[in-house]
């Protein structure tokens, strides 16, 4: 059987702060989900995130609450994983989206998957960038203890 703990606050931080990788989670105001892999820079107190227009943004828009999920996983027996749940805010000052991309950019300088290819609609136009900044509400985490043989 497998032996869980609640992560200390500080280890939760920690944790963020180590990552750059987890799922978005998002939900419509109909209650529809849809989680996505995601790049973040993590800036205590906030999380930034860097994306194209499309359904994440469609159902930020319609509802700014979200959840961030971030793991550690080395094998099954021997994990981390923090959940965050807070508000995104689309940044549009100049100023703001600058400070987000040099972090978002230290983290992940090739910017991929959000850039990996840039799609172009039926009007011949490119994916918008759009970088949000996440307000955490909670900040939980849970690890597996050791196994001793």
């Known amino acids: 059987m ?15 702060k180590v990552l750059d990788y987890g799922h978005l989670g ?9 989680i996505v892999p995601i790049h973040y820079a993590y800036d205590e107190p906030y999380i930034y995130i860097f994306t194209t227009e499309g359904m994440k943004t469609e159902y930020i828009a319609a509802n700014p609450q979200v959840c961030l999920q971030a793991e550690d996983v080395r094998d099954s027996k021997n994990w ?9 805010e689309l940044l549009t000052k100049s ?6 991309m040099q972090l978002i950019t230290k983290r992940n300088p090739t910017l991929t998957p959000a850039i990996s290819r840039m799609w172009v609609d039926a009007w011949g136009r490119a994916n918008v960038v759009t970088i949000y900044r996440i307000h955490p509400e909670t900040i939980s985490g849970r690890q597996t203890l050791p196994q001793f043989a």
Not at 26 to 34: F, I, L, N
Not at 95 to 100: G, H, Q, T, V
């Open 2 to 16: 497998l032996d869980l703990e609640e992560m200390t606050a500080h280890d939760a931080h920690l944790l963020l």
């Open 26 to 34: 998002c939900a419509r105001t109909d209650g529809r989900p849809y």
């Open 80 to 88: 981390r994983s923090v959940i965050i749940n807070g508000r995104a």
């Open 95 to 100: 100023e703001d989206k600058e400070r987000a």
